[in-house]
């Protein structure tokens, strides 16, 4: 005897279904609860709930376990589709389509009261539909960010350091999305609209089918329902299916062990302390010099104009910064390294623990590797080649008291005499006679005044652009004061008349070699002229 038709029954879900369901709400539950008490740690409801679990370490391991059997379920759930669509061809009922989009509108116009009839819908109708893909959306946006957060070390190897806060921020807003979702949409839809027990039971009510399927209904009573395959076709699908399938599933079971356990942060090297606070706010404090010794090291020199870091900082430069600081932005280097107090200059001819202070004027002199370069004069560090000469001021700036300091800074004193330790070394005469336009013509390799082995090549123009007359406070046609012969070494006066023309037209009447007084051997070749530039009769 059949059932009357308002009690009949229709199988809606298999028991493996089920079970998957129950899996999924356990699951999703307590990721929901031990996240958004972590999210919201400063509400007194869920400091409360964080310690009734046994510490914020413990709502951790709960929320991370969760997480792992979410992951797997996902996994089992893929796999179940592929065997599905695959082995037994079945339909794919979940695909949205273009009906679904005017089940919806004729959904809604049946509730304004525009439509008489509600629409007719297949086995899943247009509102699972989205709450499936809902959930699809969010576990890939869940499963993503919550690997970032709980392997932020690995991640920050691969990825700028920003990603972590952006990771976070995902992770709890597609949180607080996905629990409204289940509390408004899907708990009115199957909990408070009519009370669904599909789910627990397998069943549909024929009048459930009506309201919710009416077109899967009408398909099943006119018998239209997909054939499974015959056993012979099921089997020899299953011999292609099982091999191709199964290693991926076991490589992707083994991905998710090695992901969730292969990091150890420094979190965990520090033993659980089960009387800290929850969430401990950190004190606004001023900073002082050995606040910051445990913490980051102290920025020596000002910041401003230097903020790129990677020139002086990068690796093999000046001053490398640590392995594990490679690829962080320069933005992030302020986050823990903050401006200390800038050191004053050292003395002349002292060291300072920044980089050195030019000590001599630099107009004229903008390109530094004329003496500084590799065989220079001052030849600079092995890791300073290739830099522009912008680069050099950017770090090394002008000697207190050296002319073009910048404003406000001390100047030269009009009767300084002794160079700056370090500068170029004074001239000890005048420079405005023809004798001196060429200046080999003294300091030449084997003159009297050889110049470093390093200064051959130099023109006179390089000579006179960083070696200066010595001021003495006589004035000079130079616009500086030219030395007394006692400022540098010795030149022995004439001692006669040189108004003669015995004695002013040829000097070596008497000074040459094997004469009564010999002219060193680093005069053989000096003329008349060259004599009397540097001899003056004495007295005269």
């Given at each position: 005897?059949?059932?009357?038709?308002?009690?009949?029954?229709?199988?809606?879900?298999?028991?493996?279904?089920?079970?998957?369901?129950?899996?999924?709400?356990?699951?999703?539950?307590?990721?929901?609860?031990?996240?958004?008490?972590?999210?919201?740690?400063?509400?007194?409801?869920?400091?409360?709930?964080?310690?009734?679990?046994?510490?914020?370490?413990?709502?951790?391991?709960?929320?991370?376990?969760?997480?792992?059997?979410?992951?797997?379920?996902?996994?089992?759930?893929?796999?179940?589709?592929?065997?599905?669509?695959?082995?037994?061809?079945?339909?794919?009922?979940?695909?949205?389509?273009?009906?679904?989009?005017?089940?919806?509108?004729?959904?809604?116009?049946?509730?304004?009261?525009?439509?008489?009839?509600?629409?007719?819908?297949?086995?899943?109708?247009?509102?699972?539909?989205?709450?499936?893909?809902?959930?699809?959306?969010?576990?890939?946006?869940?499963?993503?960010?919550?690997f970032m957060l709980w392997n932020p070390v690995f991640i920050t190897r691969l990825f700028?350091?920003?990603?972590?806060?952006?990771?976070?921020?995902?992770?709890?807003?597609?949180?607080?999305?996905?629990?409204?979702?289940?509390?408004?949409?899907?708990?009115?839809?199957?909990?408070?609209?009519?009370?669904?027990?599909?789910?627990?039971?397998?069943?549909?009510?024929?009048?459930?089918?009506?309201?919710?399927?009416?077109?899967?209904?009408?398909?099943?009573?006119?018998?239209?329902?997909?054939?499974?395959?015959?056993?012979?076709?099921?089997?020899?699908?299953?011999?292609?299916?099982?091999?191709?399938?199964?290693?991926?599933?076991?490589?992707?079971?083994?991905?998710?062990?090695?992901?969730?356990?292969?990091?150890?942060?420094?979190?965990?090297?520090?033993?659980?302390?089960?009387?800290?606070?929850?969430?401990?706010?950190?004190?606004?404090?001023?900073?002082?010099?050995?606040?910051?010794?445990?913490?980051?090291?102290?920025?020596?020199?000002?910041?401003?104009?230097?903020?790129?870091?990677?020139?002086?900082?990068?690796?093999g430069q000046i001053k490398p910064y640590p392995a594990d600081h490679v690829g962080r932005?320069?933005?992030?280097?302020?986050?823990?390294?903050?401006?200390?107090?800038?050191?004053?200059?050292?003395?002349?001819?002292?060291?300072?623990?920044?980089p050195q202070d030019i000590p001599h004027p630099i107009v004229g002199r903008e390109k530094?590797?004329?003496?500084?370069?590799?065989?220079?004069?001052?030849?600079?560090?092995?890791?300073?080649?290739?830099?522009?000469?912008?680069?050099?001021?950017?770090?090394?700036?002008?000697?207190?008291?050296?002319?073009?300091?910048?404003?406000?800074?001390?100047?030269?004193?009009?009767?300084?005499?002794?160079?700056?330790?370090?500068?170029?070394?004074?001239?000890?005469?005048?420079?405005?006679?023809?004798?001196?336009?060429?200046?080999?013509?003294?300091?030449?390799?084997?003159?009297?005044?050889?110049?470093?082995?390093?200064?051959?090549?130099?023109?006179?123009?390089?000579?006179?652009?960083?070696?200066?007359?010595?001021?003495?406070?006589?004035?000079?046609?130079?616009?500086?004061?030219?030395?007394?012969?006692?400022?540098?070494?010795?030149?022995?006066?004439?001692?006669?008349?040189?108004?003669?023309?015995?004695?002013?037209?040829?000097?070596?009447?008497?000074?040459?070699?094997?004469?009564?007084?010999?002219?060193?051997?680093?005069?053989?070749?000096?003329?008349?002229?060259?004599?009397?530039?540097?001899?003056?009769?004495?007295?005269?």
């Open positions: 005897m059949s059932q009357p038709q308002h009690q009949q029954e229709f199988i809606r879900f298999k028991l493996a279904q089920r079970i998957e369901h129950i899996v999924l709400i356990a699951s999703f539950s307590t990721l929901a609860v031990t996240g958004l008490i972590q999210k919201y740690s400063l509400n007194a409801f869920c400091d409360w709930l964080i310690r009734t679990l046994g510490g914020i370490e413990t709502t951790r391991l709960i929320h991370h376990s969760a997480a792992i059997v979410f992951v797997l379920q996902t996994i089992y759930h893929f796999v179940l589709m592929a065997y599905k669509v695959f082995v037994q061809h079945s339909e794919l009922t979940m695909l949205p389509g273009v009906k679904d989009a005017f089940d919806a509108l004729g959904e809604l116009s049946y509730n304004l009261g525009l439509a008489k009839r509600r629409p007719v819908m297949p086995h899943y109708n247009y509102a699972e539909k989205m709450e499936y893909w809902a959930m699809i959306w969010g576990t890939v946006v869940m499963a993503a960010t919550g700028p350091g920003q990603v972590i806060p952006a990771a976070k921020a995902a992770h709890g807003g597609e949180a607080v999305l996905a629990v409204l979702a289940i509390f408004v949409w899907h708990m009115y839809s199957v909990h408070l609209k009519r009370f669904n027990t599909a789910m627990w039971t397998g069943k549909m009510s024929r009048v459930e089918m009506e309201e919710e399927h009416g077109a899967e209904l009408a398909r099943l009573e006119q018998g239209a329902v997909r054939p499974l395959p015959s056993p012979a076709v099921l089997r020899r699908r299953q011999r292609v299916f099982v091999p191709v399938v199964a290693p991926i599933a076991l490589l992707l079971i083994g991905g998710v062990v090695w992901l969730t356990s292969f990091e150890k942060t420094s979190i965990t090297t520090v033993p659980p302390q089960s009387t800290l606070p929850v969430f401990a706010p950190l004190p606004i404090a001023t900073w002082t010099p050995s606040s910051l010794t445990s913490v980051a090291v102290a920025i020596p020199h000002d910041v401003v104009g230097k903020e790129q870091c990677d020139t002086c900082h990068g690796q932005p320069n933005e992030s280097c302020q986050a823990c390294h903050k401006p200390g107090p800038t050191s004053t200059p050292a003395p002349a001819g002292q060291a300072s623990s920044g530094c590797e004329m003496c500084h370069a590799a065989g220079g004069v001052k030849p600079m560090p092995a890791d300073h080649q290739g830099r522009t000469n912008d680069t050099c001021t950017g770090c090394h700036k002008l000697s207190p008291g050296i002319s073009g300091t910048p404003e406000g800074a001390a100047t030269p004193s009009a009767d300084v005499a002794t160079p700056a330790a370090g500068s170029p070394k004074a001239i000890p005469h005048d420079i405005t006679g023809d004798i001196y336009k060429d200046c080999t013509t003294c300091h030449g390799a084997g003159q009297l005044k050889p110049f470093p082995a390093n200064h051959a090549g130099y023109t006179p123009d390089i000579c006179t652009s960083c070696h200066q007359p010595a001021q003495t406070g006589s004035g000079t046609g130079t616009g500086q004061a030219a030395a007394t012969p006692a400022a540098a070494a010795p030149i022995l006066p004439a001692n006669h008349d040189l108004t003669s023309s015995v004695f002013k037209d040829n000097c070596l009447t008497c000074h040459g070699p094997d004469k009564m007084k010999p002219v060193p051997a680093t005069h053989s070749s000096y003329t008349v002229d060259t004599c009397t530039t540097c001899h003056k009769a004495a007295g005269g």
